[in-house]
């Protein structure tokens, strides 16, 4: 199934909503991962989400040339063609541009669209994420509102954010905010979707925030109170009869229960990240270990090309990773759901 176009990504989203389920959202920075998460998804019979970071971009293009646009480029095009060999429906969204990378990371991709939807191909991505959550709500919704009138215009689907997830991840640390920021409150919940349903055409997702954190902890050190989404749904619900698609951000060691509470309030995509590296990194470290004067040259020997060849440890991280995925598709119940060929 070639990535999904708009209508069938928005098909996708509207099934998650009425039957309480969500997409596993994968981080992927090089070949290796989109194919994990591509393997992942098929093996689950679930559809899904795989997303490119501006470092992921940047990693993707290589040390020499460290463009973060070219390399997210250069991942979508691999997953528009990989994913033509897989019987599940796949969106791709590009993670966490903050204020400051709008205008380097998030326009010219949109632009990358543009000329490719003038040139009667498909669009690069199907949505984009705009992390506004360092400013003022106000603020934040203003180029959320901007963004929104150049995504609705080329069907693309715009996520955004209110409150904070704490933490670091990508090289952009929140862990220093005051712990209140981590709870969006019903008001700005209602403030953002004021903002954007101003746009004629618009179709998002919203990370609300409830304590969420990047990063793998211990469970029980992060403090989730997934009540927060209930409230702001209800009082969504209570003014204008609707209902947010939401995104949770920073899952890693929560509980099942936990997780499976959000899906009750509405939530359709989380975002795996934290764990699909450690469950790629394992079985490399694991390899390394195992075969150590095999992969160094050590007292004059000549090594096992077998065992240091990097596609002999790469495909041991893909499977892992591929595994990891499918647990996250269990656990957010859009395993064996699928809507190819629906």
Known sequence: MPVVDYK???????????????????????LETANAALAGFAEAKSDGIIQVSTGGGEHASGSKVK?????????ANHVHLMAEKYQVNIALHTDHCQPK??????????????????????????????????????????????????????EIILEVEAGVVGGEEDGHDTSGVSKDKLYTTPEDMLGVYEALNSVKGARYMFAATFGNVHGVYKPGNV?????????????????YGARFDLVFHGGS??????????????????????????????????????????????????????????????????????????????????????????
């Open 67 to 75: 463009d973060m646009v070219l390399g997210a480029i250069s991942l």
């Open 223 to 239: 403090k989730l109170k997934p009540v927060i989404l209930k409230e702001g749904q209800d009082a969504l619900k209570a003014k």
């Open 101 to 154: 990378k709008v205008d380097t990371f998030l326009k010219p991709l949109i632009a990358e669209t543009e000329k490719r939807s003038a040139a009667g191909g498909k669009n690069l991505f199907n949505s984009h994420m705009f992390d506004g959550s360092e400013l003022p709500l106000g603020e934040n919704m203003k180029i959320a509102k901007e963004l929104m009138v150049l995504c609705a215009k080329n």
């Open 253 to 342: 060691g929560s509980t099942k229960e936990e997780i499976h509470e959000t899906l009750e309030y509405g939530v359709i995509k989380m975002n795996v990240d934290t764990d699909t590296q450690y469950a790629f990194s394992r079985p490399v470290a694991d390899h390394v270990l195992k075969n150590y004067d095999g992969i160094l040259k050590i007292d004059g020997e000549v090594g096992n090309k077998k065992v240091y060849d990097p596609r002999a440890f790469l495909k041991l991280g893909e499977k892992g990773m591929a595994a990891r995925i499918v647990e996250a598709c269990n656990d957010l119940r859009s395993s064996g759901k699928t809507l190819f060929a629906a």
């Open 8 to 30: 069938a990504y928005c098909r996708m989203l509207d099934s998650a909503n009425q039957n309480k389920y969500a997409y596993p959202a994968i981080n992927v920075s090089n």
